[in-house]
DNA sequence: CACGAGACCTGTTCGC
DNA sequence: TGCGAACAGGTCTCGT
């Protein structure tokens, strides 16, 4: 489920009920979500530390910790809630952590692709990261020079988050739509207009799921609106909003891409 | 380096 | 109704 607008909406919703608590304890239910340190240590770590602030990066969630930081990727399927007061387990929930005010903060995960790591230094995960795509340092100069670089197919490289980080296959979807590119152009080859347009819609696209408070697709349901407002992403044999053309849907690198043909075409 | 395929998982939906 | 295939908001690893 969540990409950048998903994970920036769980933070905010989820950071009041968090900062301030203390963690009295852990149950990991599925171990194999955590991806490190052993769990253990993870339990004995975790222990009697004090929540100081919620944060994101990417698509990261971020508990910073007294001594630590415990990094939550959640993947395709994961989601976070606080539960108030005696808390009966559910059939997906992979981490209980219990908390000082009677309240427990449940991380959820029906396909088990979610990770956690409780580690002193977060750059260790965190490390390889592409530029945030709402920071104001992230220019279209950078994102320029960045396309540049590589000769690659624009789907794939908006999706890999070591290029750029936080998008996912809703939103790269309705970027590349919002620039008029198709997904399949080589990043080298777009021209400076094109990648301000680019640039510009990467953030609208962005913005516009935070305002509504991201996506809501399938069986996992979050409250978000954005679903309402999708333009290709999902709408196969569908009209284009912009011209009526049919949306068309291509396999790229496993993923489902889905375009306008007129809006977007492909030259060479 | 760029790209495709397979893995990791469970659940829902679609076609016959 | 049943049953298998296809599909799902992500990312890693391996082979070409």
């Keep these: 489920m969540p990409e950048l607008p998903e994970v920036e909406t769980i933070v905010r919703a989820l ?74 387990p559910a059939k997906h929930d992979r981490l209980h952590l219990r908390l000082s005010d009677d309240t427990t903060l449940v991380f959820s995960d029906p396909r088990k692709f979610g990770r956690l790591w409780l580690t002193a230094d977060p750059e260790e995960v965190l490390g390889d990261l592409g530029p945030e795509p709402l920071d104001p340092s992230f220019t279209p100069q950078i994102f320029y020079e960045r396309l540049h670089i590589r000769r690659r197919q624009l789907k794939p490289l908006l999706l890999d988050q070591t290029f750029i980080a936080g998008l996912g296959n809703i939103y790269t979807d309705e970027a590349l739509h919002m620039a008029r590119l198709h997904p399949l152009a080589q990043s080298d080859s777009v021209t400076a207009e094109q990648v301000e347009a680019l640039w510009r819609a990467v953030r609208e696209v962005l913005e516009e799921g935070i305002r509504s408070n991201g996506t809501s697709i399938d069986w996992v349901y979050r409250g978000g609106e954005f679903q309402n407002q999708l333009r290709v992403y999902g709408r196969a044999g569908q009209p284009c909003p912009v011209c009526a053309t049919k949306i068309e849907r291509l396999v790229i690198g496993q993923r489902g891409a889905h375009f306008c043909p007129a809006c977007q075409p492909f030259k060479e």
């Design 15 to 88: 950071r009041p009920a968090l900062v301030g608590k203390s963690i009295l304890s852990a149950d990991l239910r599925w171990p194999r979500s955590l991806a490190a340190p052993t769990p253990l240590a993870f339990a004995r770590r975790v222990k009697g530390q004090k929540i100081e602030e919620v944060s994101r990066r990417a698509k990261y969630f971020i508990l910073h910790l007294s001594s630590f930081s415990l990094l939550i990727h959640l993947r395709m399927s994961g989601d976070l809630l606080v539960k108030e007061g005696a808390y009966i």
